[in-house]
């Protein structure tokens, strides 16, 4: 076996020359990859025949070097490169714009960032061209980590301007896989790709292959995510390992994957019909052994493919094994298509695809080895040496520097030589190393030996203008800047320094990664023996360094350090006299002698001082901030502490807030100091640790604790804090500081130091004092000696003088704090999941069965078991009895019990005992005493079964802090039978119940059930507690040490005014006496009977109410809900406001709760709207009982004085629906609706307009009418009358208040043939007649028009008014101008009627005469509608006479006109005839547009039916829909009636029926349907229904209108998680619409989410085309000052007002906004800014229009006159400027 180990390298196999013949294969023939190597002579039949009976093996000899070996395998380098090769490359190095990554055999290659894929150089154009980052360009570093495999093409061969040469590779899909056709992709194929592009539904893959896409489903890449650890998502330019997992059109739509799964699982096979030009490297083969070479061996694969692993990447480990004809996997390596060369890798870690290689640390760089033995020579590459036991290096002959001659003699096998590691190649996965005199011998290999503030020789190499390079050793140069070159500023360097003078540097900093190294030639740095400030953590107050000034201000110096740490010297610490100029004293690059003031390493800043008299440059420990520190010390102190730097010791911390530096030792993490060293290993930077306590300062530092024990005596009082009040026999808690061969020094608190004799440490005789005491652990001494004058303190720790009589007390709690702190430790060693979802170290707990493999069997009869199953896991051992020895053997499965795990050492301690893997049997109680056996002995504890359970417990070891030594026959051993006492039948997250052991046998006796009896307290009993904890609602105390209670609110007080908190009353830690009222579950919180088994385990209900305290009275019997009558007032306590339910939750007593709903809160709309911040919790109020909630235990109340509705209450109503013809509907309390008509919105129907309501405002409403339909008014004459002077539309209640020529205001009601309807109030309705046919004016007059109408006559008998809008009636401007013909019946037409033939021959006559003075009347005057003259006959005669050409208008050419509207503010001054001529002609266009349209209505509204001529069957229904096909709202009346009929799918039928029926041009119509169709299946039918409609609906409408829909039907359904999903959906599919981020906002502000909503506001902005952001930020700002916050909303206005400060349309916004949010004063100023703009005039004359609007309706006379003076300078200022 010599010559097999010597034949391969490390450890490798060789085989003798004539022994490489193989036998030839019929395949061979069609062979494309034969080489050189393959063509072998021949050998006799005889052999040939001996060789097939007898598997080829390799013989041991000796290792001979033969000519054969001169021809072997050729090792790749820079020489035999050439473009187009392809390679399987690791990435070593991600900077931002470029990728180094290995190569086989040493090399290194780069890749630049346009050389990724073609979208990331896309993206990179982009970031270019607009020179903002983009968010979708991800940095390298980010998509490609170290270690990473990457297929990679040769792009280009290099020459730097150094002479170095360069690899440029490519990673770009379209070279690497540029061989690859449509047509060849298979399923299964490996293939590699880059993210082009990121979709809604995945990814699209750039493969690189012409004609076709790859699609990645974003399942797939959430999983590879998942798995990973990475983003969240996917990044363009990511590299990507992909298996095809479907194909389509022949291959030019592929689906891929790139789970670890499947990538893992991808082997190239022949059906995947890879040929020679399309095989890639990475690809993981199955191959076949031909022939066994020297130097490695020659495979055959995929049938016909013949390829060669060389020496370095042959398995080491199987080299012996290695033979001919044997299957094998292996993975291409590089190919070279020209020479038809393919290279593979045995290598283990490449044959999982996907997987990363391991990179080398970098401390093996640079180290020197003085035995490295030659372990195989090859004479065209190099040699292979072995460093230990396990580690190979190799070295290329360039790097063993010697002569060809004597290669043989220098490096033959077995010589032993020293060389230095120069790198790792993770390729090959072997060192570099070098045996060059030169790299031996330097000191620098590479720039990460050199270290900041080192000082270094080199040699001037030349002088640039950006400073000196200085050649350091061959390979490594620095940069001395010119501003370094000397103490003061060179302006002739080259006088100085001559090229190849030897100088000194001094390193001032070192950036490996840019390849930086900066020196400094000042001699005062060089120098300096002052500390070196390499980091911000080093800058401690008090500190003084050597500094340069880096800049000058007026504010002070900004001085640098080392490592480009720097810092700002304040003006007045420049000097001791104050320096008025400090650039006229200092200069840039002056070296100053600094001290630090205060520093903060998280925000790097530090404040530094000039001044340094009077101190030493090693005192600045003590320096005047480090005293201030001290001051601030408090001992004792509970604090939050965040690590900042772990060492050997301890921990660096911040204590928080204020971030001011302190120490935490190691040993000062815990009582127990096996814990100490657990939770140090688990603690790491940036965590932070609560609840540590201020101890000491040592030297300025602030010292701190975590030992519990430590902490709680330092709580107690009164602490000594002087030496002066210690007395003998005083007991203290302490720690051990140190150990000498005498004694132990113990400190105290308050910094008290005693020493405790050898002879005081224990009870028992000390040998060592070691095996007793260990520095820092906690212990209890008690003062035996005093010494006032030398002021020392002698102390023993004898467990008799120390510890109590009750030992167990102490050691039960410690017990439940070490397992606590073990838990503690688990969660933070395991809180980044890194090992994964499965069965880890850190999932199992004690009492966990587990099936492992036995890995050996021990001569103890111990057991070791594999370890592979259990991740993490170094050891899982389990001891087992002689005599009860289960016979396992190696391989065999068994099932075990885990006892105890170590995490330390990663070791599980398991059980094999049959009686343990038995199911458990009865449960366990607490207080009851067992017999035990010990399983297992930890540090701290030990683990024993419970024989007649089977159940694991833990006990202590120690009962007391000084019990720390037991001779060897008081531990306790393995399987020792005990008796234990259960302490804790609970078992916690470690799997333990807590128990403690009995010191004798006669303590207790041995009971399987016996229980822990305590009398139990009683109703009505008087007991005393400790306040435990105050909460808002209740307070926690204290009865015993197993028995707690629970003060409610209500049981505080006798009298509570309202808005107390009663629990402030109480304060922690006081004693009360109260009375048990009651039990309460621990769990459920039920109200338990006193005589409860279990009521020690419960809360005792206690009051402190004075009326309860006297023992001879009862406790009253608890109130039910049925006793609350309403009208009932009760005092309640708020809990919390439920934003989801909208309600307040209350409690009433202990038992009985309460909600308030958000309409019987307050009275005021304030608090309704934002209730939460103004009911705070545990705040007392006085409630109504409305009545009994859905739980018997639950009450309904108001806090509005009112628990019913009646006639005249005023009350808080939220808007339900608005209907612009009736008016709204509202929602009020105690679950009932009303209605306020249009005549009851306001006292001024102009002013309050339904416009001005929306869906989800809250209002006060007045109750007119309880009833069947409750009528509410939201006039203020009736809300608050004593407010209202003056009211415009006064209420009609009847006709007899009315008289005849009265004026009053009104609506329309509807138009017939009768004539105009029109409503005077709820119950007054009036006719106005017409002669003309109703649809000939019925354009002109719409429902629900407010008019002003005068009284003709009133029938008030029969209810009947006569009315008229004739302008000489009604002195108001005609409605209906003159073109339309429409003659109103005037007074004539109320008298008797003529006779037929009469009337039919004088009306046209009329009409005639009419029409031809019309073109006469028409004035030209604009008003809202033309007037239209209603006169008689023989006036309109007179008129047409009398009538005279209107006068010219008045043209003003720099006046000023107030009746400037937003509709011409885009014309000039100066042309303001040509506009306005155009906007006359503009406004007929549009008003012959309007006409049109309203025509249409018309004719709509004619053929729909009259609602209250609804068909009631369905024959009529069917007559309507065939009559009037075309009209969704018939189709939805007949939809309704069969839902109305519970005819569910005859519903649907009908649906389904409109839409086929409805013309295809009617797309309004058929929307209606749909959105119909969707309501129906959200309230009648399932998700799945509704779903698939509302795909169909997508299909034929348009999708944004078809989602609009359901939105608005998932919110008024009050399925607002439904509506949120839905709203996502839409922001990502209609990303670039303005106005589903704006519905999205709405919703998220009336939920109440306005962090939500500054979040989708950012991300609209990145979705949305930047020409809509002003409006976005706009529509954003406005819904801000509507449901959200009004202070985000002004911010968002001014910010995009700064930026587009001439958008007066933005300014209008604003000021309407203002008018209603802000106040008087906020309007005033904005008007102020609107006004000093430079706009157009027409526009600022708009504005001082507004601004004379606003003071005239909320100013006074005096802010109104203002105003005009204002616009007057402006139109004289514009005038003299003309």
Known sequence: MESMEESFPRGGLQKKAEGTAVKKRPREDDNLFSTRLEEVEEVKKKKQKDLSEKPKTLKPKKRVVSKDKDKGIDVLNYKSLHVGMLFLGCVKEAKDFELTV????????????????????????????????????????????????????????????????????????????????????????????????????????????????????????????????????????????????????????????????????????????????????????????????????????????????????????????YQKNQTVKACILWIDRSSKTIRLTLHKSFLQPGSAVKQLTSDWIGTLHRRCTVNALYKNSGAVFQLDGETFGFAFNKNLSISKLKTPDKFQEGTVHTGRVVGFSPIDEILLLSFKGDVIGGLYLRLEDVQVGQILEGTVNSLTPLGMVVDITQHLNGLVPTLHLADVTLHQPEKKYALGSKIKCRVLSVVPSARKLILTRKKIMINSKLPILRTYHDATPGLITHGFIWSVKHCGCVIKFYNDVQGLALVHELSSVFISSPEEVFYKGQVVKVRVLECNPEKERMLLSFNIIGEEENEGKESEPSKKDTKNFERGKIVDVKIVRKSDDGLDVLILPEERPAFLPKTHLSDHIANCELLWHCLKAGDQVTGAMCLSTIQGKTILTKKPALISFMEKEPVVKDFSEIQIGMMFTGFVTNIMLFGVFVELPYGLVGLVPKSNISDKFVTNIHDHIAVGQTVVAKVTNLDEQKKRLLLTLKMSECAPDNRSAESFPRLRQCISEVQLARSLINRDGRLGDGENLYSLVPGKKLTVVVETVQEDDSVLFSVGQIAGAHKISATQHKDKAKSLVAGQKSKVVVLHVDFLKSHVHVSVDEILLRRLKDTVIEGTSHSAVVQHVAEEFAVVSLEDTAHLAAIPLTCHLNDTFRFDSEKLNFGQKILVTIKSARADEYGLFLALRHTTKAERPLCKAMTFVERKPTIGEVVTATVKCVKPTCVMVSVTDRLAGVIHASQILEDVPEGFLPTSKLRPKQTITCRVIG?????????????????????????????????????????????????????????????????????????????????????????????????????????????????????????????????????????????????????????????????????????????????????????????????????????????????????????????????????????????????????????????????????????????????????????????????????????????????????????????????????????????????????????????????????????????????????????????????????????????????????????????????????????????????????????????????????????DFNLQATELEQARAVAERALQTIYFREEQEKLTVWAAMLNMENTFGTEATLQKVFERAIQYNDPLKAFQHLVDIYIKSEKFKEAENLLNTMVKRFRQEKSVWWKYATFLLKRGQSEDTHRLLQRALKCVPEKEHVDLISKFAQLEFRFGDVVRAKALFESTLSSYPKRTDLWSVYIDMMVKHGSQKEVRDIFERVIHLSLAPKRIKFFFKRYLEYERKDGSEKTVQAVKEKALKYVESKGSAK
């Open 1079 to 1535: 039990g309460r579950d621990v769990k459920t919180h039920r109200y338990l009977p006193i005589t409860h088994p279990h009521l020690m385990e419960s809360f005792l209900e206690l009051s402190i109410l004075p009326r309860l305290m006297d023992t001879k009275k009862r406790i009253p019997k608890l109130r039910p809900a049925k006793k609350y009558l309403p009208g009932v007032k009760v005092t309640c306590y708020v809990t919390k406001y439920n934003n989801e339910k909208q309600y307040l939750e209350v409690d009433v007593t202990p038992e009985m709760r309460g909600r308030v709903d958000q309409l019987l809160l307050s009275k005021s709309i304030k608090v309704v709207k934002r209730p939460e911040k103004h009911f705070k919790q545990g705040q007392a109020l006085s409630a109504t009982v409305v009545g009994t909630g859905l739980s018997p235990k639950t009450l309904s109340l108001s806090l509005i004085d009112t628990h019913t509705l009646t006639e005249g209450c005023v009350i808080i109503g939220c808007v339900k629906t608005v209907t612009p013809t009736s008016g709204l509907e509202i929602s009020l309390p105690f679950g009932k609706t009303g209605k306020a008509s249009l005549f009851h919105l306001g006292d001024c129907y102009a002013e309050s307009s339904v416009k001005d309501f929306a869906t989800g405002m809250f209002v006060r409403c007045y109750v007119l009418s309880v009833g069947k339909t409750i009528e509410v008014s939201l006039r203020n004459s009736r809300i608050c009358p004593e407010s209202v002077n003056d009211v415009t539309d006064k209420e009609i209640s009847s006709v007899g208040s009315l008289k005849e020529g009265q004026l009053v205001a009104g609506f329309v009601e509807s138009i017939t043939d009768k004539g105009i309807f029109f409503r005077l109030s709820s119950s007054i309705v009036g006719r106005i007649q017409f002669k003309k046919d109703p649809q000939t004016y019925a354009s002109y007059i719409s429902e629900g028009t407010l008019l002003t109408v005068k009284i003709l006559t009133i029938q008030e008998k029969k209810q009947r008014l006569e009315l008229s809008l004739l302008p000489e009636d009604t002195e108001k401007p005609d409605i209906i101008p003159k073109s339309a013909n429409l003659i109103p019946r005037t007074k004539n037409t109320f008298k008797r009627r003529r006779s037929d033939s009469e009337s039919e021959a004088k009306i046209p006559k009329k009409k005639k005469k009419h029409q031809e003075t019309k073109d006469d009347e028409d004035s030209g005057i604009e008003v809202y509608c033309r007037e239209n003259e209603t006169e008689h006959k023989k006036s309109n005669q007179k008129s047409d006479s009398g009538t005279k050409p209107p006068a010219p208008r008045l043209q003003v050419s720099s006046g000023f006109s107030w009746d400037v509207s937003l509709n011409n503010l885009k014309t000039s001054i100066a042309g303001g005839n040509e506009s306005s001529s155009d906007s006359d002609e503009d406004e007929e266009e549009e008003q012959s547009k309007i006409t049109k349209k309203d025509l249409q209505k018309t004719q709509i509204r004619k053929e729909t039916p009259d609602p209250k001529q609804q068909p009631q069957s369905v024959h009529e229904f069917e007559r309507l829909v065939i009559t009037s096909p075309n009209i969704s709202a018939n189709w939805i009346q007949y939809i």
């Open 102 to 321: 290995n190569l086989p055999y040493g090399l290194t290659g780069f890749v630049q960032a346009t050389n990724i894929c073609e979208a990331y150089t896309k993206l990179l154009n982009e970031q270019v061209e607009k020179d903002v980052p983009l968010e979708a360009l991800s940095p390298l570093p980010n998509i490609y980590s170290p270690g990473m495999l990457v297929r990679c093409a040769v792009s280009s061969l290099e020459t730097t301007s150094g002479g170095s040469q360069s690899i440029k590779l490519s990673l770009n899909p379209k070279l690497v896989n540029a061989d690859l056709t449509p047509s060849s992709l298979q399923i299964g194929m490996f293939l590699s790709g880059c993210v082009s592009s990121i979709e809604d539904h995945g990814y699209l893959i750039d493969l690189g292959i012409g004609g076709n896409k790859a699609f990645l489903p974003r399942q797939k890449a959430q999983v590879y995510l998942n798995q990973t650890s990475k983003a969240a998502s996917l990044c363009v330019g990511q590299y990507l390992n992909c298996v095809i997992d479907e194909k389509k059109n022949d291959g030019r739509i592929v689906r891929l994957s790139i789970t670890q799964s499947d990538v893992a699982a991808a082997v190239a096979t022949v059906e995947q019909k890879w040929t020679l030009n399309n095989l890639l490297p990475g690809l993981v083969v199955k191959a076949q052994i031909d022939k066994i070479l020297p130097d490695g061996v020659i495979l055959s694969f995929l049938s016909s493919y013949t390829g060669v692993v060389d020496f370095l990447h042959l398995e080491s480990k199987k080299v012996a094994s």
